[in-house]
C-alpha cells in the first residue's frame, strides 16, 4: 500500500448559514454540496454560492449526468437540478446510517458510515447489487478512472483511500493533517478529488495521485 499525507490545494468557505457540509458532487460546473436543509451549488472558479435548493441533504450527493442524487435520512432522492423537485426517491440500503453517494457504471455506490461497507445499488428500485467491504468507516465516496476512493473519518484521523474493488484492499492512502475531516468525497474527473469538511464548513480540494 502507498501511504502518503494529502496535498490541500484549496479551500472554500465557511460559507453563510452553512453549519456543516455533508456530501458533494461536480456537475462539470459546480459543484453541489448538502448542508442539512439544502443542496448548494458552489461556483469552484471564485468561491462563491451560485444558488441553491431547499431540500433535505443530511449526507452524500451525487450527479449522473443529468439528475442530483441526495440522501435524505433513510432515503435516496432524485433531484431536478434545474427546477429543484425531487422527482423520485428509493430507500438508503443503510437505513439511515448512509453516508457517501457517487454515480458510476450507471449505478448508485452508497457508503454505509459504521457499516464500513460500500454497497452498489440499483438507481430505480434500491436494490442491493453488491458490497464492498472496508475496515474503516465510510464517509465520501468516488469513482475516476475506474478507481474506487473513498473518505474516512473516525475521532480526530481522517483520510482518503483507494480500494480495490473486487477485495476491498487498501490499494493508496492519503492521510489529512489532523484535525482536518473528510465527510464527502468527489472527483473532478481529472486530478483533483473535492472534500467536504464536516463541521468545519468547509469544501476542500487534494491532489489526487497519479
Not at 462539470?28 to 431547499?54: C, M, Q, T, Y
Not at 443530511?58 to 437540478?81: C, N, S, V, W, Y
Not at 483533483?192 to 468547509?202: A, E
Request: glycine content about 14%; charged content about 25%.
Amino acid at each position: 500500500m502507498k501511504q502518503s499525507q494529502a496535498e490541500i490545494l484549496r479551500e472554500y468557505g465557511p460559507f453563510p448559514d452553512v453549519d456543516e457540509v455533508h456530501g458533494l458532487t461536480f456537475d462539470g460546473e459546480h459543484v453541489w454540496f448538502a448542508s442539512g436543509d439544502r443542496l448548494n451549488a458552489l461556483d469552484p472558479a471564485n468561491g462563491k454560492i451560485v444558488r441553491a435548493i431547499d431540500v433535505a441533504a443530511h449526507a452524500g450527493t451525487a450527479f449522473d449526468g443529468q439528475h442530483l442524487f441526495q440522501i435524505a435520512e433513510d432515503r435516496i432522492q432524485k433531484i431536478d437540478p434545474a427546477t429543484g423537485d425531487v422527482l423520485s426517491s428509493i430507500p438508503a440500503p443503510g437505513g439511515g446510517g448512509d453516508s457517501g453517494l457517487a454515480w458510476a457504471e450507471g449505478t448508485l455506490w452508497v457508503g454505509q458510515h459504521r457499516g464500513s461497507r460500500i454497497h452498489q445499488v440499483d438507481p430505480q428500485t434500491g436494490a442491493v447489487l453488491r458490497t464492498i467491504e472496508s475496515n474503516r468507516f465510510v464517509t465520501g465516496v468516488t469513482w475516476v478512472d475506474g478507481e474506487l476512493w473513498h473518505a474516512t473519518w473516525d475521532g480526530d484521523g481522517s483520510d482518503v483511500r483507494r480500494l480495490d474493488p473486487e477485495t476491498g484492499a487498501v490499494l493508496q492512502k492519503l492521510d489529512m493533517p489532523p484535525g482536518v475531516g473528510v465527510s464527502g468525497l468527489e472527483s473532478d474527473g481529472g486530478d483533483q478529488l473535492f472534500c467536504g469538511g464536516g463541521n468545519s464548513g468547509k469544501v476542500r480540494v487534494i491532489r489526487r495521485p497519479a
